[in-house]
């Protein structure tokens, strides 16, 4: 099963509400994959075993797999266009 990390500074209540809400929109579309909350200073940890890194906070560093606006879900803005990203990348 292919693995999504989404990160916040503390790794446990904005990431884990988005791991949340991405995990369910995935599932209710029949795709197959893990969403793990981890905190910002664990992200590096995370790159080799993940294939996407859905970020809360805004990013300028670069990173070996694809970023997803984590905001989207948040507030809803954007979401559908981050969720088919994120979509196409776990089913490529």
């Known amino acids: 099963m292919k693995k999504i990390i989404v990160a916040c500074g503390s790794g446990v209540a904005t990431s884990q509400t988005v791991a949340s809400k991405v995990s369910r929109l995935l599932k209710d579309r029949n795709v197959n994959a893990y969403v793990e909350a981890v905190d910002l200073k664990s992200v590096d940890r995370y790159m080799d075993s993940s ?22 879900f948040l507030t809803g803005m954007g979401q559908e266009t981050e969720l088919q990203k994120l979509i196409d990348i776990v089913n490529s």
């Not at 670069?62 to 989207?72: F, L, M, R």
């Open 51 to 72: 294939v996407a890194y859905i970020t809360i906070t805004k990013t300028t560093k670069e990173y070996p797999i694809p970023v997803i606006n984590g905001i989207a």
